[in-house]
Every structure is written in C-alpha cells, then in structure tokens.
C-alpha cells in the first residue's frame, strides 16, 4: 500500500487532506510540530501515526524517509497569520521554506501591503539585531530545476493582494 507523510497534517488544510487519502486507501503518516495543529485530531478523529517534529529538523527527516516506505510527501506545514507575518516577517521566511529567488525588503512588503490594502499599517523601525542578516532570500531554483516547478505568483504585489483577498475571504 502507498504512504504518504503528510506535513502539517494536525492543522486545517492538512488534516482535510490526510482524510481525503485515507479515504481513497492510502496509507498517512502526518508530521507536525503542533505549533497550531491537534494532536487529537490525529490520532483520535483520523487515527493515523503523528510524528511530532518539525520539517527543518533534518535528522528526523532522515530518519523518516530511511524507516517509512514513502510514496509522496504532502507539504502543508506552514504558519498562516497574515497580520503577524507583517509584524514578524523573519518568523515566516523561516519557516515557510521555498522562495522565488527574488528577495523583497521588509519596507517593500510594507509598503506593497499598505497600497495593496488601502490601510495604514503601523511600524516601527529599530537597528538590526545581532545576528541578523543583512540579506535572506529563500531559492527555487532546485524545486525548479528537479521538479519543473515554477512559483504562481512570483510578484510581490500579487502575493499580496492573493493574501489579502483570502484574509477578507476568511474573516468576513
Ligand atoms: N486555510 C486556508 O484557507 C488556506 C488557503 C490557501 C492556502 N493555505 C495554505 O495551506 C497551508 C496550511 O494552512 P492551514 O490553514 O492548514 O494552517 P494550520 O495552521 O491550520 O496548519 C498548519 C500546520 O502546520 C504545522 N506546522 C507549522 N510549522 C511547522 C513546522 N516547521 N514543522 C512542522 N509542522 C509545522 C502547524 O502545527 C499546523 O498544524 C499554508 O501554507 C497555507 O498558506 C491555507
């Protein structure tokens, strides 16, 4: 039978499809850090094996994809609170893993959101902490190159104004 190791299967979207795939007969393994997913939800209401972890610990990925006979991963491990991604958007570009390869500033998803959004959005500037640095631009080019994949929306404005319809979307 087929395994697919679902990331991000305790949260919404995830757990949506880890039902879907059992449902068509798969096999799920979903691997979560439970930052906002249930545990319960897994084990309890869809009864499959949750592995507690997080996608950027590598060894444990290792150890996944060496001990389980993985068909497909599916990748829905991911933070989602558009208002904090602009108060912390380092946070973000941490975890949410693949780029366009086209690094924006801060200051220009301010600005692009506040255009975008037609609201004034507060900020406050400080000096860079230690440590941080100067430029992080997360790269496709390998997703691209083995996977022929190619981002939707590869311009800022889009992704913003994508974001914000989907915000609007959801909390009206
Ligand atoms: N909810 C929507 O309507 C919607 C719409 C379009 C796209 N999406 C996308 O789908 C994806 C999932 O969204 P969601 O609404 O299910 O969010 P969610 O917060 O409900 O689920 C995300 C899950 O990922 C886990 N997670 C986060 N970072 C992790 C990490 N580093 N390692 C392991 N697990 C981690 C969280 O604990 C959570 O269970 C996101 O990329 C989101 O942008 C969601």
Redesign the pocket.
Known sequence: MSTILV????????SHAVLALKNAGYEVIV????????RELVEEVLQVKLIV????DRSLLDDIFSTHNLTAVMH?????AVGESVIDPAKYYH??VVGNGSGFSVREVIETAKEITGKEIKIEERDRRPGDPPILVGSSDKATKILGWHPKYPNLNEIIAHAWQ?HQQ?HR
């Open positions: 990331t991000g299967g305790a949260g919404y979207i995830g691997l979560d850090n439970l930052s906002n997913g249930h972890g997080d996608i950027s829905f491990a991911a933070y989602i975890n949410n989907w959801r």
